[in-house]
């Protein structure tokens, strides 16, 4: 696969690395100062834009209705003869806990069963999970996979297996835990046929259903609404590529199998896979339907989850860099914006932001000379603006989402996002370190945290 984060760098982008680092180092050697001012101004400039171009990814999702909504009436106005065959992958690892509840849940799904296949993709070693699963696997139309023992073991590779023996005109993937719309597959169905075929994938909204359980679901909770309800409907109001999220994305199957599926190297294979549909000319849309999953409420387990996440998007922002001219030719500059702003963006500011608030935290103790000249004054003042406006913009998205959400009871947790953000510079951190040293590591999460005695379950 010509994107593939087999390799995260290329040779050309390694050689580039190290000519950048051995100049700079050369420079800070003769002009220090200069180096650090230039570094303090790039960052300053880069961490404004981010923060404007959120702004305006919410000021365009409010000024129409960009999510696609199909309504219950619609969906089950289609004759069953009419609908499509549609695969559900539900790619699993060490889940013995939820299976029960999985097959549950996707019981309910309003779909006729001769034209529903759920193909449950367990790994070799997971003999606690298929034994589960065989126990609890009920009706023709599912089926259990056992994805042969290969590296990398990741959920990508397994949804490409998956994927090769997919019968359906129609993919989606749900994870273990998820609790989707009864209608979802009927609306998807609906929604892509009316949208046309520029249109071969649709995101659901992703959503929790643990939001009480503790701070940090809560916290959680409402950065999902912001994301879903708000930054991505105002990606697609600007037309602009969609990192999908890992559940709930709907697809044509045969234009998936054209562009290569998943990438089994990329931890966060959705929000690559969004990019290069963006790349290949396809439109993604927003559908009007929730899925409930898990919100993860243990800190060490929230760590890993994040960390991952964020590493696969700077793996996905590098590999989509590496022929800049191709990704401005495919993407344009709306596209360009969103590679750089949001996807790599969103983990680049989770990492900066402790530095920044170190040196501001220095400034008000000390007043070190240093920074006086560090800051001079046009990115000393945008700076200050960063540190007021910027926070207290997130604060309000925070607090718009809880509104959305008629949730007043979270507005107080909404105050609180500070000491959330400072739980991402974590995520940041270590993100960065396993970036480095172990790119494909798909680091395990634990599921079913909210059951009573809950296993430890990995995602």
Request: proline share 5%; aromatic share 10%; hydrophobic share 50%.
């Amino acid at each position: 696969m010509r994107h593939s984060a087999h390799v995260v760098l290329s040779r050309a982008q390694r050689t580039g690395l190290i000519v950048a680092l051995v100049l700079l180092t050369v420079i800070a050697v003769l002009r220090p100062m200069t180096v650090l001012q230039t570094i303090v101004a790039l960052v300053t400039l880069a961490y404004t834009a981010a923060i404007v171009f959120r702004v305006v990814l919410v000021y365009a999702a409010g000024r129409g209705h960009h999510r696609v909504s199909v309504s219950d009436e619609e969906a089950r106005a289609v004759p069953d003869a009419d609908l499509p065959v549609y695969t559900v992958l539900v790619p699993a690892y060490r889940e013995p806990s939820v299976i029960g509840l999985l097959m549950t849940h996707l019981g309910a799904l309003e779909y006729p069963r001769d034209r529903l296949e759920v193909i449950l993709l367990l790994e070799e070693d997971d003999r606690e999970t298929i034994a589960a699963a065989e126990a609890a696997v009920s009706g023709e139309h599912v089926r259990i996979l056992v994805v042969p023992e290969s590296q990398p073991k990741t959920k990508p590779k397994a949804c490409n297996v998956g994927l090769e023996v997919a019968t359906g005109e129609f993919v989606t993937i749900y994870d273990a835990e998820d609790v989707p719309d009864p209608l979802q597959l009927r609306r998807a169905v609906v929604a892509l046929r009316r949208l046309g075929s520029s249109y071969v994938c649709l995101q659901a909204e992703l959503g929790y259903f643990n939001v009480d359980q503790n701070r940090i679901t809560r916290w959680f909770a409402l950065e999902y609404a912001t994301w879903f309800r708000s930054l991505l409907p105002g990606l697609v109001a600007l037309r602009m590529p969609i990192p999908l999220g890992g559940t709930s994305n709907h697809f044509r199957a045969r234009e998936l199998r054209e562009l290569g599926a998943w990438d089994p190297y990329n931890v966060t294979e959705d929000a690559d896979l969004g990019i290069r549909l963006a790349r290949a000319g396809y439109r993604v849309g927003v559908l009007h339907s929730v899925t409930l999953e898990e919100a993860n409420s243990d800190f060490i387990n929230w760590i890993k989850q994040r960390s991952r996440w964020y590493k696969g998007y700077l793996m996905t922002w590098l590999v989509h860099l590496r022929a800049p001219r191709a990704t401005v030719r495919q993407l344009g500059w709306r596209g360009l914006l969103c590679l750089n702003l949001f996807v790599g963006g969103t983990p680049l500011a989770a990492l900066l932001n402790a530095v920044l608030w170190a040196t501001t935290i220095l400034w008000f103790l000390g007043r070190p000379p240093i920074l006086e000249e560090i800051f001079i004054p046009p990115y000393y003042y945008l700076g200050v603006l960063c540190l007021v406006f910027g926070n207290a913009t997130v604060i309000y998205l925070n607090v718009l989402s809880a509104r959305t959400m008629d949730r007043p009871d979270l507005l107080g947790t909404a105050l609180l996002s500070p000491v959330y953000w400072a739980m991402m510079s974590l995520a940041g951190a270590k993100a960065a370190w396993q970036l480095i040293f172990k790119p494909s590591y798909w680091e395990k999460t634990t599921h079913g945290l909210h059951l009573p005695k809950a296993a430890a379950n990995a995602d």
